[in-house]
């Protein structure tokens, strides 16, 4: 009897081992994840402002609004 109440207590460690430790990883997955999608964003708002001031200075005095172009189908 005494054996057995050991082997079980020895299995809820394990399991229980085992359960903290997929609590951890996923728990750094998540703080990995919502630094990238961190990084993504601040690249992703460089880029944008980057082409937005490509855009304005192909302007004429950086001011004029685009015009549309006609499509090759128009043209």
């Known amino acids: 009897m005494a054996q057995s109440r050991t082997s079980k207590s020895r299995a809820d460690i394990a399991v229980g081992a085992a359960q903290e430790s997929v609590r951890a990883s996923i728990e750094a997955a998540q703080k990995i994840a919502n630094c990238s999608m961190e990084?993504?964003?601040?690249?992703?708002?460089r880029v944008q402002a980057s082409l937005k001031e490509a855009l304005e200075?192909?302007?004429?005095?950086?001011?004029a609004t685009p015009k549309a172009t006609p499509s090759r189908r128009s043209a």
């Open 39 to 45: 990084a993504g964003l601040e690249a992703t708002q």
């Open 57 to 63: 200075a192909l302007r004429p005095n950086g001011t």
